[in-house]
């Protein structure tokens, strides 16, 4: 059964441009979940999606955005981007949602110069 | 969520069992405890969640005090691949739907 995948694993942007970062679900899976991870802050998250709707947001800049498809693969945006954005950006799917059992990709790392 | 406190860092030798601490005196009665890793540059990975009893399964065992008011996670014989950031969470999964709340954790050391 293939994991969680997220792409692309590695970018670099510079300020001011706008990302958009890909996660494909466990098959099955209806719940995504995105976190960013930092050395300051750590590991945070940003929002869950089930059935394409957002269910749950974190303390995050409306820049940070998401959806998710009839398929269950999400996509979250950053637009105009800063500095403090480089971060690893992480995955999470599970079954139903709930916060518990959830199954994280590798990340996508990125880089703002 | 309750919040969590646990040691910074914790050496082992390998072969050796590693108990890694929580602390989670708030938690409350419908929050189950939870432990994950995080291996350098991989995404977070469950080990084991519990409520009241103890937990066993192939990766790590959980023991919960009567009070719930702490727990240890117990690798029973570590390796050197166990080294990695462990993190202890407690949340109420229904409600809080997708939302982990991570602390620092514990960063584990597994020593030849």
């Known amino acids: 059964k293939a994991g969680v995948t997220q792409t692309p694993r590695y970018l670099i942007k510079t300020r001011g441009q706008q990302v958009t970062l890909s996660c494909s679900p466990i098959?099955?899976?209806?719940?995504v979940s995105w976190y960013q991870q930092t050395p300051g802050q750590g590991l945070q998250f940003l929002f869950e999606?089930?059935?394409?709707?957002?269910?749950n947001k974190g303390n995050f800049p409306g820049r940070f955005s998401g959806r998710q498809f009839s398929n269950s693969r999400s996509e979250m945006n950053v637009s105009t981007l800063e500095l403090g954005d480089s971060a690893l950006y992480l995955c999470?799917?599970?079954?139903?949602?709930?916060?518990?059992?959830?199954?994280f990709g590798e990340g996508s790392r990125l880089t703002v110069l | 969520d309750a919040k969590t406190t646990q040691p910074p860092s914790m050496d082992c030798a390998e072969g050796r069992a590693a108990n890694l601490p929580c602390n989670h005196s708030?938690?409350?009665?419908?929050?189950?405890v939870y432990w994950y890793r995080q291996i350098h540059s991989q995404g977070p990975q469950y080990i084991i969640h519990g409520l009241k009893n103890n937990e066993t399964n192939e990766m790590a065992s959980l023991i919960i005090t009567e009070d719930r008011k702490s727990s240890t996670l117990i690798l029973p014989h570590a390796t050197l691949r166990d080294t990695a950031v462990y993190y202890c969470?407690?949340?109420?999964?229904?409600?809080?739907?997708?939302?982990?709340?991570f602390g620092q954790g514990t960063t584990l050391q597994v020593k030849p």
């Open positions: 708030t938690i409350s009665g419908n929050e189950y």
């Open positions: 969470i407690v949340t109420n999964g229904s409600s809080n739907t997708g939302k982990l709340i």
């Open positions: 098959s099955g899976h209806r719940s």
């Open positions: 999606y089930f059935s394409e709707t957002q269910r």
């Open positions: 999470a799917s599970s079954l139903k949602g709930q916060a518990g059992e959830l199954f």
